[in-house]
């Protein structure tokens, strides 16, 4: 993939010398870390100037509200409701666009030229986070590292621990780490369209519980649990009553992911196997567990490479696409979702590459994630197969949530660019009152265990 590059200032004495450091090399410089927040640098160690082709300046203006906002909870518009795009992108005109668009980008493009397209609005960067997540960030700039071979780091939760990365680890782990809710409760519907048009419908109720994201207790990145999940299966039929918990834990050379399982045709709850990495996500197993959030999970598998930061068009701040107004017959449609939905705009994000270590197994031999300078975010990502080929694109849709004061996923998308087939799911335009709730106070530990699987399925 040939990038035109603008490397971040943060990666001292060259891409190539930066690359090689040791993973334990992470803390940084009182001086360095005296720019976070200046008039350089936002908080968390993005860029705030604009460009010249279009990426926003920073403005930071809004933290839990914005004019016009109507409620403390639930779905909302957006402050950009009334824009209109700046231009297209389709695959008559892609050429012009090339070096601003991801390898996955184009593909679409090409095999979708008449159901694939890129409206591109006007960027903005008006979002900030919390004080509290400013005041992790700078603590853990002086003082996270990289540990136990890149399975686990040190350092406060709530925010990234690498505002200045230096190495691939370091950047994965602030893709694992990113600011985030507390917790989320959804009843999420999924729709798996064939490439003969078919849609294959899934629906459960959803929960997580990242404990380490409380703004009073937070916690440390040596900690047991990252986060805990919860899944009760409605659809489809044959699924019906089956519920997986679970928890992800922060040090993957510690413990494992682990899950349970309450089936209901046994009327018991099991330990499952290996749910991490490659494991295919039912009900049509066309992503991988640790495609969720573009990445997740441990890095172990993956030489990670920092490529640089680069302009590109990403989807962003894809409100409508989550509105409880547009109806999944006209959201879902063949090939993909309803272009009319989503919104792209120009944002500065950063390149990451993970390439399948020698001797270890998973579908994809190559990774490219590209991630939002503001937030860490995996926007779009790009799959490989064990050929070097180009196999899955995914686009993760995030909204602003008024209640959590972040980025929140919406409609995640899961292309098999070889099948002609893909998923889309955290879907929840029709939930109705189980559309997503976030931050809520009464969602403790104890909603994860077995025995919470046990009384979910009965």
Same mark, same amino acid.
């Given at each position: ?73 639930? &779905?909302?518009? !957006?402050?950009? /409701?009334?824009? *209109?795009?700046? +231009?297209?992108?389709? $695959? ?101 369209? &064939?490439?003969? !048009?078919?849609? /294959?419908?899934? *629906?459960?109720? +959803?929960?997580?519980? $990242? ?101 590109? &068009? ?145």
């Amino acid at each position: 993939m040939k990038l035109k590059l603008v490397l971040a200032s943060c990666v001292v004495g060259g891409a190539a010398a930066a690359l090689a450091l040791s993973p334990a090399m992470a803390k940084t410089p009182p001086d360095k870390i005296a720019e976070l927040g200046g008039a350089k640098l936002t908080c968390i160690g993005a860029e705030k100037a604009g460009t010249k082709d279009g990426v926003a300046e920073y403005s930071g203006k809004w933290l839990d509200s914005w004019p016009g906002m109507k409620g403390k909870s639930g &779905y909302e518009p !957006g402050p950009y /409701a009334d824009e *209109k795009p700046l +231009f297209t992108i389709s $695959a008559q005109n892609m050429a012009q666009y090339a070096d601003k668009l991801t390898d996955g980008q184009k593909a679409m493009l090409k095999k979708y030229p008449q159901s694939y397209r890129m409206d591109v609005y006007p960027s903005h960067r008006d979002f900030r986070v919390p004080d509290w997540v400013c005041d992790v960030v700078k603590k853990n700039a002086a003082n996270s590292e990289v540990i136990h071979d890149g399975l686990g780091v040190t350092g406060v939760t709530g925010g990234i621990t690498f505002p200045f990365p230096q190495t691939g680890l370091e950047a994965i782990w602030n893709a694992i780490n990113p600011y985030r809710p507390l917790n989320e409760n959804a009843v999420v519907d999924i729709a798996d369209v &064939y490439s003969n !048009g078919n849609i /294959a419908w899934g *629906k459960q109720h +959803f929960m997580t519980f $990242a404990p380490g994201y409380d703004p009073v207790k937070r916690g440390s990145y040596q900690d047991k649990i990252n986060a805990y999940f919860y899944t009760a299966y409605m659809l489809p039929e044959r699924d019906k009553g089956f519920v997986a918990v679970g928890y992800q834990p922060n040090d993957f050379n510690k413990d494992a992911t682990q899950s349970w399982q309450y089936q209901p045709g046994i009327r018991r709850v099991r330990q499952a196997p290996e749910v991490g990495f490659d494991y295919p996500v039912p009900p049509a197993g066309l992503r991988t567990v640790d495609d969720d959030y573009g990445f997740n999970g441990s890095p172990e598998r993956y030489s990670w490479k920092l490529i640089g930061k680069k302009e590109m &068009y990403v989807p962003y701040n894809n409100f409508r696409a989550n509105d409880p107004a547009v109806k999944y017959k006209d959201l879902i449609k063949p090939n993909t979702v309803n272009p009319d939905y989503l919104r792209y705009e120009l944002h500065r994000v950063w390149v990451l590459e993970g390439d399948l270590k020698p001797g270890v197994r998973h579908i994809y031999k190559k990774r490219v994630l590209f991630l939002d300078e503001d937030s860490w975010l995996t926007l779009t990502a790009d799959n490989y197969d064990a050929r070097g080929q180009l196999w899955r694109n995914t686009i993760i849709t995030y909204h602003y949530s008024q209640e959590s004061k972040s980025y929140h996923r919406g409609a995640s998308i899961y292309h098999d660019l070889t099948a002609g087939a893909y998923e889309v799911g955290y879907l929840t335009n029709e939930s109705g009152e189980k559309w997503w709730r976030l931050n809520q106070s009464n969602v403790n530990a104890s909603m994860f265990t077995p025995d919470a699987a046990a009384r979910g399925g009965h």
